[in-house]
């Protein structure tokens, strides 16, 4: 795989481009939000996208990931914890969702993934080879793979921060959205626009990695901001239906049929569904309209997802000596920090609008 084509997958993987999933980002209206102003909001967030950023992006300059003394990485539980702590300092109510067994129809989509991760590691092994840092780093970026024990302590570090998680039976941004759609969260928080597919009223982007980062092999950053996207908004501005919107999404490419139509960009598949009504009216009028699942099949995916409504949410207050412990004796954290951090969340939590105890906030 060319040099190029693994810095389009760095991008997808550490979300600053949304690659992954559908790519509606040129025909949506986004409107840039500081978190502050979130304070008090429910926010279910896809835990498994959430932490494969984390992977990603926090590595040493050579792309060594952040580990402990027994070679277990730690990168994703820094991310987790000080991110999340800065979260709930601002006043924001994070509820982690994390995926179940993912739909049949995503195999295709794993499975290249995973070549994607196989072919950057030869790369970075090559890079390694000759001394090349600035490569490795961005090759090891390309390469973060999420194990089972990284799930484990996810969970376990959420349960000591006081903070709910919940199992979704399948994908995890359609049980996020399904909790926006049904009002027990206020946003749902994903780097990607299948949540909007999935029915998501309120897409928070960039939730976990605001801030300046430097794009691959440049010197050269740019910054993240924290965007919202409003479903009724699009469907007004783009003077399309929900069912037209997955359609589009259909055709320019989703999880469950990756490739899309070759060619075909959002703009074009947006005419298409204006001037046709429907997937099936718009494919004769479409060359090599080929679909590795029937379009029906796959819209279903979306409009009726595999969700569950048994979860509740419940905020405690941290088990302060139980994150020491496990972050400090057990994950090689520095005290110090996670003390502090630890600190400011409780404080944050505390000074929410119109409230004045942990105990009004927590719980």
């Known amino acids: 795989m060319p040099l190029a084509s693994l810095l389009l997958l760095f991008f997808a993987i550490c979300c600053t481009v949304p690659i992954l999933g559908v790519n509606l980002r040129d025909i949506v209206p986004k409107t840039v939000v500081d978190l502050k102003d979130l304070s008090g909001k429910i926010v279910a967030i896809d835990a498994f996208n959430a932490i494969y950023q984390f992977l990603s992006i926090i590595r040493q300059p050579d792309g060594t990931p952040l580990m402990d003394a027994t070679g277990k990485v730690t990168s994703h539980l820094s991310g987790l914890f000080y991110r999340t702590s800065n979260l709930v300092e601002m006043g924001i109510k994070p509820v982690y969702v994390f995926d179940g067994k993912p739909p049949e129809f995503k195999r295709q989509e794993i499975q290249r993934r995973k070549e994607f991760k196989a072919e950057a590691r030869v790369h970075y092994e090559k890079a390694a080879a000759k001394g090349d840092t600035a490569k490795m780093h961005t090759y090891a970026q390309a390469t973060s793979t999420m194990n089972d024990y990284m799930k484990t302590d996810s969970q376990r570090l959420l349960e000591l921060m006081g ?147 048994d979860y509740q949410l419940e905020w405690q207050e941290p088990n302060v000596e139980g994150i020491v412990d496990f972050l400090v004796r057990e994950k090689d954290f520095s005290e110090d920090r996670v003390r502090k951090a630890t600190e400011k969340m409780q404080a944050g939590a505390a000074k929410q609008k119109g409230k004045t105890t942990l105990e009004k906030w927590f719980g």
């Open 163 to 309: 903070l709910p998680w919940i199992q979704a039976p399948s994908e995890g941004e359609a049980q996020a959205a399904h909790m926006t759609h049904k009002g027990t969260a206020d946003y749902c928080g994903s780097q990607d626009y299948d949540s909007l597919l999935f029915g998501a009223p309120l897409l928070l982007r960039n939730v976990t990695i605001s801030g300046r980062r430097k794009l691959p092999s440049k010197n050269v950053y740019v910054d993240i901001v924290p965007e919202t996207i409003a479903l009724k908004d699009i469907l007004k501005d783009l003077e399309v239906t929900y069912e037209q919107l997955v359609d589009i999404g259909i055709l320019i490419g989703t999880d469950f049929n990756p490739d899309g139509i070759r060619g075909l960009g959002p703009k074009t598949a947006l005419k298409l569904l204006k001037k046709h009504g429907t997937l099936e009216n718009a494919l004769p009028n479409i060359k090599n309209a080929v679909f590795p699942h029937p379009p029906a099949e796959i819209r279903e995916i979306f409009l009726h997802p595999e969700v569950t409504d």
